[in-house]
Nanobody, 115 residues
Framework: QVQLVESGGGLVQAGGSLRLSCVASGSILSDHAMGWYRQAPGKQRELVAVTGGGIATIYADSVKGRFTISRDNAKNTVSLQMNSLKPEDTAGYYC?????????WGQGTQVTVSS
């Protein structure tokens, strides 16, 4: 059984930075893609950044140049460095790992950016 546990969310002022981390327990192999999604109240969950598993690293246009995704396969972790945060980045951030039709989600971590 695979579990994903996120950490690093919190409250930050606009222009600040946060670093999210996701640790995978169980059998997450390097051929799994991993990434971050977010969901704001009343909105659909959207892709933030994904990497690995044979796919190119992809960023949402809204975070390009501000967020950086990184992965450590030896530690089964994926991180998201978020700089120059904006109030519109406020959302629950969710870690996802998947391979083919099998996908795993974490419980999420809240990021709140005050203006």
């Amino acid at each position: 059984q695979v579990q994903l546990v996120e950490s690093g969310g919190g409250l930050v002022q606009a222009g600040g930075s946060l670093r999210l981390s996701c640790v995978a327990s169980g059998s997450i192999l390097s051929d799994h893609a991993m990434g971050w999604y977010r969901q704001a109240p009343g909105k659909q969950r959207e892709l933030v950044a994904v990497t690995g598993g044979g796919i190119a690293t992809i960023y949402a246009d809204s975070v390009k140049g501000r967020f950086t995704i990184s992965r450590d396969n030896a530690k089964n972790t994926v991180s998201l460095q978020m700089n120059s945060l904006k109030p519109e980045d406020t959302a629950g951030y969710y870690c996802r790992a998947w391979r083919g039709a099998i996908t795993y989600w974490g419980q999420g971590t809240q990021v709140t950016v005050s203006s």
